[in-house]
């Protein structure tokens, strides 16, 4: 009986996934963020199935920039519900965006890395998987 139950929840946990693939947002291990060349620490890139990028700065992890595959230009993206800045989920299936960066400048994204300079002219490079 305990495994049938088991089962079941499984059965629906993978459902929900699935279903919401695209606004679920997992911590890529690998990722890093290079301004100017130099690594920064205390980032935390996240990425959904969508290979959207979302990148969380500072000791709290707070959610700095967001491209969305889709649009790529970068930009801010209002609150997302996280755990510990290892999965975030969103509101929708594109991120809402609170403002952009870059001024109109698209981002280059590839499945290994995402390019693109910051509002000041930065280079700004994140090195993904």
Same mark, same amino acid.
């Given at each position: 009986?305990a495994?049938?139950i088991?089962?079941t929840?499984a059965?629906m946990?993978?459902?929900?996934?699935?279903?919401n693939?695209?606004?679920i947002?997992?911590? #890529?291990?690998l @990722?890093? *963020?290079?301004?100017?060349?130099v690594r920064q620490?205390?980032?935390?890139? %996240?990425?959904n199935? $969508?290979?959207?990028v979302l990148v969380?700065?500072g000791?709290?992890h707070?959610?700095?920039?967001?491209? #969305?595959?889709? @649009?790529? *230009?970068?930009g801010?993206?209002q609150?997302m519900?996280?755990?510990?800045a %290892?999965?975030c989920? $969103?509101?929708?299936a594109?991120a809402p965006?609170?403002?952009?960066k870059?001024g109109v400048?698209?981002?280059?994204?590839?499945s290994r890395?995402?390019t693109?300079?910051?509002?000041d002219g930065?280079?700004?490079?994140?090195a993904l998987r």
């Amino acid at each position: 009986m305990a495994r049938i139950i088991l089962a079941t929840i499984a059965a629906m946990l993978l459902v929900a996934l699935g279903m919401n693939r695209n606004r679920i947002y997992v911590r #890529d291990p690998l @990722g890093k *963020v290079y301004r100017r060349g130099v690594r920064q620490q205390d980032n935390a890139v %996240l990425i959904n199935f $969508s290979n959207d990028v979302l990148v969380m700065t500072g000791p709290q992890h707070v959610q700095e920039l967001l491209i #969305d595959s889709v @649009g790529r *230009v970068p930009g801010t993206p209002q609150p997302m519900s996280c755990l510990r800045a %290892l999965v975030c989920l $969103s509101e929708d299936a594109q991120a809402p965006m609170l403002g952009w960066k870059g001024g109109v400048t698209r981002a280059r994204m590839s499945s290994r890395e995402v390019t693109f300079n910051d509002d000041d002219g930065t280079p700004v490079r994140i090195a993904l998987r």
